[in-house]
């Protein structure tokens, strides 16, 4: 659950830290940047937000803005219908942003897992972006993301997106926020 | 045709452009940066510099650079087998973009067609794109586009890119450039 007032305050963040880096949005987009909870209460370090610019049946674009420390939490794109499931590239614009896939476990996992939540962050292969750096998550793959210490933007490039159908570890996670009345 | 030393020059300066807005290149892509002169021999009138992040069997993204008053030719992109034909949505970056597809022609055509390459510009339904503007061009639409006199950058997001089959208007274009031995 997330308050009006705290979803208005995560968009002017995300949308200064796109303002910083020379990423031009409209007022529209501006507006309208998605805030991800997760259900979790604890958008500092469970939450990301996303700037869609185009979701067709074909293809999708987004930016993903991380805050520092931000975590997306660890899920998957199943199969839908005809689709194999949802296939990404994420390539790292500013910050840094330490991807884990399935795979080898790093020795040493930079990221720190959210607290509370460790039985639900089972893959640890470790992929480090820096800006210009890129990695593409095949369909299906178990995956979670989070940000270095300044936070990080990701643009994402995909196959069409259907958030509605990721499946997350975590049971205890909506994808889809619920707003708090009121302020 | 374009000799080695003009195709380094314009990856330099293109490059030098992508930095100068905060867009990060790995060496290897600076390396790569694609010059498309469209075998006309008039690359800062007609022509194309292409980054080229990912093209899967599934989507495409890359960054377009064009340099002030630059022109990429009036094409389609064809079905090819089960693909409908390449569906691309530009999203300008930076400078400013004129895009021309099929429909209702402007009044006063802002960009200036090359000069010699009359007879092969037929559509002009203009789309202004200034830093945050984006336009999605369907399948097998006829379309080109102009920078502005600064330049622009543009991301370009769509399904499957297959170059080789694009259909340009103009008979005496060659997608694949050929470069001069030599220098």
Redesign the interface.
């Known amino acids: 659950m997330i308050t009006r007032t705290q979803v208005q305050e995560a968009q002017r963040h995300a949308a200064a830290l796109l303002d910083h880096?020379?990423?031009?949005?409209?007022d529209q987009?501006r507006a309208n940047i998605e805030i991800a909870e997760f259900g979790l209460g604890e958008l500092a370090r469970t939450g990301l937000e996303l700037v869609v610019?185009?979701n067709?049946d074909?293809?999708?674009?987004k930016e993903l803005v991380l805050f520092p420390r931000q975590t997306c939490p660890e899920h998957r794109h199943p199969p839908v219908g005809n689709d194999p499931g949802k296939?990404e590239?994420f390539?790292c614009?500013?910050g840094k942003v330490w991807l884990y896939v399935e795979g080898d476990a790093a020795a040493d996992v930079q990221a720190q897992v959210p607290a509370g939540s460790e039985p639900y962050y089972t893959v640890f292969h470790e992929i480090e972006l820096l800006?210009?750096?890129?990695y593409?998550i095949p369909p299906n793959t178990l995956h979670w993301f989070q940000a270095g210490d300044e936070g990080a933007i990701v643009?994402e490039?995909?196959?069409t997106s259907r958030d509605e159908f990721d499946i997350f570890t975590d049971p205890r996670i909506k994808r889809i926020p619920e707003i708090a009345e009121g302020r």
Chains 1, 2 share one sequence.
């Open positions: 880096v020379g990423i031009h949005l409209t987009e610019y185009v067709t074909r293809y999708c674009a296939m590239t390539r614009r500013w800006p210009g750096g890129q593409t643009s490039f995909s196959s």
